[in-house]
């Protein structure tokens, strides 16, 4: 999958209060069968949107909730904890999101969502609490200042990971600049040998 | 790699510096070299599919091994040979990755291998996972081989990819935390007890952002496999790393395994891993103390693993509305001790608690026992290898004659991607290490405990503290 580089975005947010979501509930492991990243983006929540006979959940937030407008998910702390699938940021970016924030996003996830083009950020506790008590609000995320607007004056500052942040922007994966360093890997096995 | 400071050095510090091919700077993480890659059916499709694409072959198959664990059924075949798997999905990822290795030299664990199994119980078992090494996989329970005194990390699947393609992973260095347990555990409680413990204390993202090093003296009391089950839970408090010093013990188990170093290049690792083990005064950015010998038999009562507490606590109030809906969808009521919880059904396996000694635990409290009527109970060997091991003790037949069912080797209700789950509404006590809403089934309710918390509650058929069996089994031997 490739994935669209990634500058500014002014978005509407969609909120997850809870804390903890797992990548279990971002996509469950029955949809794990695959052996393509094509398609996921349709079973993203997928509990959380349907009923146990397929009809569309009526208390689901994704209910009428528009992925052209809406591209940034809000979630309480510790987003992505648990497996360490790649097809939770594939089926996220695949239903339209392009950003998640969080107080505090996992490891393994966030390593994943910014590899795929899905912008994962951390912001202090009170953006979080803003962001969280504005389901729906416009918001502008600048990833090259690493800035987060919520309005015009109440704007945060975000940190990541330099060379992520550049990948990111120019929306290419990491293998390049691994392959890049060959020699050098090829210099370390020799001395090790 | 030599050392160009004198400060003392922790286990963490060494195996990261020894590993550094190209060193982090401003602008880019470091390139960390990988030993050992351990492959399975789920995450790796798409990471072959990049190197096709662009045309790549695996740099190092001798460095990468492969084995089926995740969607393979843990029922036998049937007499034409045809395995019953979940789905035709789950039978075309299985050929995926058996047609990926035949492509790309690497070895594969195929069905049918005596020594195929869940990831992290191989490694060890086949002496594939040695002190100093560094150890990836596609999952993230690879902090699983920590125990051995290894830098082990479970990763997505571009980075699998990355591996396959350069052996090495873009990584920026972690912090550190040391996890230091006082003290000796009680009779009939155990490293998975310890390791709940230890994620209620600090939270479900207590280890966010750390490497943590388990020491002190339960942790050093431990067998290699209570250290295994400990560092296998690290990624549930958050941490992407778990380890524990190697010593004589670690070195006990490695030797004259199948892929351990032999003559006298076993002497020679023996010299390096002995060098490892965090020096006095080392320094950690977060240190925590645990008082072991106050630790009691853990159950999860929530859908986090932090939501933990004694097997004889009652059910608390919930204070927050995530704990609201946690106990909601687990259905305790406030103020209900635990132990009044009727069980459904008992899940004895997964990478946590599947290996022989775990099967040892749960027989022990099984033996000349009936499962309570109506509990489905399945016990799933955690390698072809414990299999074996188990029947040759006779363990099989403690838990037929109990009533459980004895299944083939796999990761079976920890993911329930195998077809192995529970129906709606259950209550699953599991020995697994993720008590996540429809990880085991759409509305199924999982409760972590112990092999032996698990086996005395498909007995009693409620929640139950194994210690009473325990205590008499020491009284009667």
């Known amino acids: ?193 | 790699m030599t050392r160009n400071n004198s400060s003392p050095q922790s286990l963490f510090d060494k195996l990261w510096e020894q590993h550094v091919a190209v060193p982090e700077t401003a602008d880019a993480p470091a390139v960390l070299y990988i030993d050992l890659h351990l492959v399975h059916e789920v995450t790796s499709p798409q990471a072959f599919s990049v190197l096709d694409e662009q045309g790549l072959k695996v740099r190092r198959p001798d460095r990468t091994i492969a084995t089926l664990d995740h969607s393979t059924p843990t029922l036998p075949a049937n007499e034409n040979g045809d395995l019953p798997y979940a789905t035709p999905d789950a039978k075309a990822q299985v050929e995926t990755l058996i047609a990926n290795c035949e492509k790309h030299g690497i070895q594969l664990l195929n069905l049918g291998d005596p020594r195929r199994g869940i990831v992290h119980v191989i490694g060890p078992e086949l002496g594939l996972t040695q002190p100093g090494k560094t150890i990836v996989c596609g999952d993230s329970h690879t902090s699983t081989h920590g125990a051995f005194g290894a830098l082990a990390f479970g990763i997505g699947t571009t980075e699998v990819g990355h591996v396959l393609a350069t052996q090495s992973v873009l990584q920026r260095k972690p912090k550190s935390m040391r996890v230091i347990f006082d003290g000796a555990l009680q009779e009939g409680v155990s490293a998975k007890d310890m390791a709940l413990a230890m994620i209620a204390e600090i939270g479900a993202d207590g280890g966010q952002g750390y490497a943590i090093e388990f020491a002190g003296e339960a942790v050093k009391a431990l067998s290699m496999e209570g250290r295994m089950t400990l560092c296998n839970m690290s990624i549930e408090a958050g941490a992407r790393f778990g380890m524990v010093a190697p010593d004589e013990l670690t070195f006990e188990w490695v030797k004259d395994r199948e892929f351990a170093p032999k003559g006298d290049s076993w002497h020679e690792a023996l010299m390096r891993w002995r060098t490892l083990p965090t020096e006095d005064g080392a320094a950690f950015d977060k240190q925590v103390r645990i008082n072991a010998g106050a630790i009691r038999p853990m159950i999860t009562y929530g859908v986090s693993p932090d939501a933990a507490a004694p097997v004889t606590a009652h059910a608390p109030k919930p204070r927050t509305s995530a704990e609201q809906h946690a106990v909601d969808y687990m259905q305790f009521e406030p103020d209900q001790p635990f132990t009044k919880a009727e069980v459904n059904r008992v899940f004895i396996g997964s990478c946590t608690n599947s290996r022989l000694s775990d099967l040892r635990d749960a027989a022990a409290i099984m033996r000349g026992r009936r499962v309570k009527e109506g509990v489905v109970t399945l016990v799933v060997p955690g390698s072809e290898a414990v299999k074996r091991a188990a029947e040759a003790e006779g363990l099989h037949d403690v838990f037929r004659a109990a009533g459980a069912e004895w299944r083939e080797p796999g990761c079976s209700m920890c993911i329930a991607m195998n077809g192995d789950a529970g129906a709606p509404g259950e209550l699953v006590v599991s020995t697994s290490n993720r008590n996540f809403i429809g990880r085991q089934g759409k509305g199924v309710r999982t409760v972590l405990a112990s092999p032996a918390t698990a086996a005395a509650s498909a007995i009693e058929g409620r929640i139950a503290d194994p210690r009473p069996y325990v205590n008499e089994m020491k009284e009667s031997a």
């Open chain 1, 1 to 193: 999958m490739s994935f669209e580089p990634f500058n500014a975005l002014t978005s509407r947010t969609v909120v997850l209060r809870q804390e903890n979501i797992d990548t279990d509930q971002i996509i469950p492991a029955r949809f794990l069968t695959t052996t393509s990243k094509e398609g996921l983006g349709e079973s993203v929540f997928f509990d959380w949107r349907y009923e146990d006979d397929g009809k569309p959940r009526n208390s689901s937030i994704f209910n009428g909730y528009n992925p052209d407008t809406h591209k940034i998910l809000v979630a309480g702390s510790n987003f992505g904890c648990g497996s360490s699938r790649e097809h939770a940021p594939w089926a996220l970016y695949g239903f339209g999101f392009r950003a998640v924030i969080s107080s505090d996003i996992a490891d393994i996830f966030k390593s994943n969502a910014l590899k795929n083009g899905l912008l994962a950020i951390e912001v202090d506790p009170k953006t979080h609490a803003s962001l969280l008590n504005n389901p729906g609000a416009e918001i502008e995320i600048d990833l090259e200042r690493q800035v987060v607007a919520l309005s015009v004056w109440e704007k945060a500052h975000f940190d990541i990971e330099p060379f992520a942040r550049q990948c990111l922007m120019n929306g290419v994966d990491q293998l390049g600049h691994l392959q890049n360093k060959l020699a050098e890997i090829e210099a370390y096995e020799a001395a090790c040998a």
